[in-house]
């Protein structure tokens, strides 16, 4: 059973920084892209940044170049997302997930590239 587990979500002011963790069992997770992706209240979810399975490949929405990095510690079956300068328009549960795609080093932005979620977490940012 592949299970994600997400953390380092909470309430912060605008300008200040969280770093989210996920952690993914149930799964070879070096050899899957990883992806982290975000719901605001009454919007459709939205990716946020990707990762090909080495770490080589990176890729971001275009609203948190810049601002976000997404790494991955393969030893540890963790994927990161380090964001900086938050604004409240970050404010989303954010979710990872892990993609299909078998030894990529894709990073696809596209929801449909990937097969199991994490359960989310609230990530709210004040003005």
């Known amino acids: 059973q592949v299970q994600l587990v997400e953390s380092g979500g909470g309430l912060v002011q605008a300008g200040d920084a969280l770093r989210l963790s996920c952690v993914v069992s149930?799964?070879?997770?070096?050899?899957?892209?990883m992806g982290w992706f975000r719901q605001a209240p009454g919007k459709e979810r939205q990716p946020v940044a990707c990762?090909?399975?080495?770490?080589?490949?990176?890729a971001y929405a275009d609203s948190v170049k810049g601002r976000f990095t997404i790494s991955r510690d393969n030893a540890k079956n963790t994927v990161y997302l380090q964001m900086n300068s938050l604004e409240p328009e970050d404010t989303a549960v954010y979710y990872c997930?892990?993609?299909?795609?078998?030894?990529?080093?894709?990073?696809?932005?596209?929801?449909?590239?990937?097969?199991?979620w994490g359960q989310g977490i609230q990530v709210t940012v004040s003005s």
């Open positions: 997930a892990t993609s299909w795609k078998y030894y990529s080093d894709d990073a696809p932005l596209s929801s449909g590239e990937y097969d199991y």
């Open positions: 149930g799964r070879a997770f070096s050899r899957y892209p």
């Open positions: 990762i090909g399975r080495s770490g080589a490949s990176t």
